[in-house]
């Protein structure tokens, strides 16, 4: 969800303005997953009026299973999106950051991450 206000930049502006705009803009950018608030911009996860700051990677994971969870995400695509530059594609490394996700998310903002593995194929429930 997004407030909706808009901004005008007036002619000629700086890139300093228009990126302050962006900002602000994004800042107010909401995904509501189940009972969890989730501005993936500033890595934000909300629950029960707690806030948690998530990591880059942890960002990274969370927001393409959002972006995935009708259809589920292969853990190979994911391992390519969190490091496309590894030549040996350890799966193991996805596991343990999905377990480091579900455990901060639980210990932190006490919301309990709930996904299955088939085949590969991670799917959120």
């Not at 602000?24 to 909300?46: A, C, G, W």
């Not at 390519?80 to 998310?105: C, E, R, V």
Request: with cysteine; charged share 15%.
């Amino acid at each position: 969800s997004c407030s909706g206000n808009t901004n005008k930049l007036n002619y000629p502006f700086s890139f300093n303005q228009l990126l302050s705009l962006i900002v602000l803009h994004t800042s107010e950018i909401f995904i509501q997953y189940q009972e969890l608030r989730y501005n993936p911009f500033q890595h934000l996860v909300i629950f029960n009026k707690k806030k948690l700051q998530l990591g880059s990677i942890h960002n990274l994971i969370f927001s393409n299973l959002i972006l995935f969870q009708k259809e589920g995400l292969l853990k190979n695509q994911l391992y390519n999106i969190l490091w496309p530059n590894d030549k040996n594609i350890q799966i193991n490394k996805i596991d343990t950051h999905l377990t480091n996700l579900k455990n901060i998310l639980s210990d932190k903002i006490n919301f309990k991450l709930s996904y299955t593995t088939i085949k590969g194929k991670i799917n959120l429930f």
